[in-house]
């Protein structure tokens, strides 16, 4: 692939059809329609192979070696890294520890704050939008600990109320833990109301990106938050990898939870003294091949350029509410003109796995469900939607073909 500044789409298509195999099959005897893409992308070629690659050339363990591959398969490892913070703006490298993704990274981060600075009765701040990924860590503490967890409602038009945060915070509040978009609505939270918030109350914030990394481009230095984690599955990247992003503050005093082999200088039975930096939170041998993997999604997002990738899927997003408010039968959730590339809907009367089940008859992949917010589902009073949510590779031709089956669906389910 070639890099433009602006692609055509007609140049999208020959590319695309290059690097994503997967894509070009068909389902059901249809062309597959991909539009599960807020559960995991496709990967393109280029991954694939640098993963294939990496154990065919390099595979070895890291850090620890003086032999050549186990040299070459830490240099390769250590470049993965500073490609991947370079891309997300942050300066200094040593802040971007590789984890198995959005879940383990916020575990992480609960398992550290649990050991000295969450203190019995505390409270944490999340909200409504919450993947249970960023509850579930938060609650299990709050219920071994006395905590509470304040959750910061919804207006009517389904984004957040920041007027209520203020009435939340207490002087027991200790962290603002936060989705920046809503894995189930496409909603951008207004990190910079949060952010004045908690700078006025001096209390950190997580940033879970898991949804918002994959459309948009964050200079993750200038956010200036405390935590900000995400996954590489849901940016054309391989599964069991992702990062967490610590503050220079917590690079220096997050509690170790997690310890073990390449994490230390000494170790006695008595006594251990730990590296400093990334390795400190990185115990045991990582997903080596994931991290070379990542940093590869990387290069292909920067081929495109993530600002051409977000305009292209605001397009498509625009297009599909269009069509999707032209359907009588169709209730939308979350619609708004400035949203990630998330749509979540209705059909009235239908139960979300029947429609989700009869699209897939036509190869159109989308999800049903609860989508892991089960609280926002609640908040709601439904018991799922159905979700498409759309990537680089999608196209405006597609979303035709899924608003026509769809109308062809709600009339078989009469
Ligand atoms: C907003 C959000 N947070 C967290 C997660 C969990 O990500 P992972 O399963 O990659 O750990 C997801 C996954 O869908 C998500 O959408």
Redesign the pocket.
Known sequence: MKVRSRLTEAEKIIDIGLQFPILKQNINGNPLVYFDN??TTQKPLRVIEAISDYYKTSNSNIHRGVHTLSRRATEEFEQARKTIANYFQIKNDQQLIFT???????NMVAEGLAKNYLQEGDEIILST???H??ILPWQIWAQENKGKLKVIPLLKDQTLDYGAIEGLISSKTKLIAI?Q???TLGLITDLAKIKALAKKHHLPILV?A??SAPHMAIDVDKLEVDFFVC?A??MYGP?GV?ILYLSPKWLNELPLARTGGGTIKTVTFEKTDYVEGALRFEPGTPNIAGALGFAEAICFIKEFGMEEIAKHEHELVQYAQKLLKEIPEVIMYGENDNKAAVISFNVRGQHPFDVGTLLDKYGIAVRTGH??TQPLMQCLNIQGTVRISFAVYNTLAEIDFFSEKLKKVIRMLG
């Open positions: 807020g559960a198995a993704g959005t879940t383990d990274s916020i939008y919450e993947h990924s960023n989705t978009v809503s894995n879970d898991a949804q996954s599955h849901k599964t992702g989508h892991c």
